[in-house]
């Protein structure tokens, strides 16, 4: 797999985790109290104990984290991510250049071989034709060979 679809595939996973973890969260979490003239009147009864959310949580966030970081070194092998712009717009004409010469040499390999399928079938064609200037004389001498053997 590439560097690109590697990153890119670390940003959706990332993006799922970041999804996940709001969902936890808004489903998890015990109701709080904001007023204390305004007690909470009905606990969440899906809510996770006190003690078991915060570990969660942390789990959580230590996994965003570490998607983070592997992020961070998915971009930092990028190609070109040390160079500066001007060093990238040279590197690119370079490989342009050098993409044009291999097109070069395949054109004149396809040229080439093109040349050498027609001297073949010119070969070909010739050797075919001696064989039948061949074979026509070989029935014409046998056919006046029939003829001397019947005139005499």
């Given amino acids: 797999m590439d560097r690109l679809t590697q990153l890119q595939d670390a940003i959706d996973a990332m993006a799922r985790m ?19 003239d305004i007690p909470v009147s009905q606990p969440k009864i899906q809510a996770d104990e006190p003690q078991v959310f915060k570990e969660n949580m942390h789990e959580l966030v230590s996994d965003l984290v570490k998607k983070a970081k592997e992020i961070d ?18 590197i690119l004409k370079a490989l342009e250049e050098e993409n044009k010469l291999a097109n070069q040499e395949y054109e004149d ?4 071989m093109g040349n050498k399928i027609d001297t073949m079938y010119i070969y070909i064609s010739d050797r075919y034709l001696e064989n039948v200037k061949a074979q026509i004389n070989d029935t014409l001498r046998r056919i006046a060979d029939e003829q001397s053997l019947q005139l005499q």
């Fill in 109 to 112: 390999a396809v040229k080439e």
């Fill in 73 to 90: 070194s998915l971009i930092e092998v990028l190609p070109g991510i040390q160079q500066t712009e001007e060093e990238q717009i040279a």
């Fill in 18 to 36: 970041f999804t996940n973890s709001i969902y936890y969260v808004h489903e998890k979490s015990s109701m709080a109290e904001l007023n204390k």
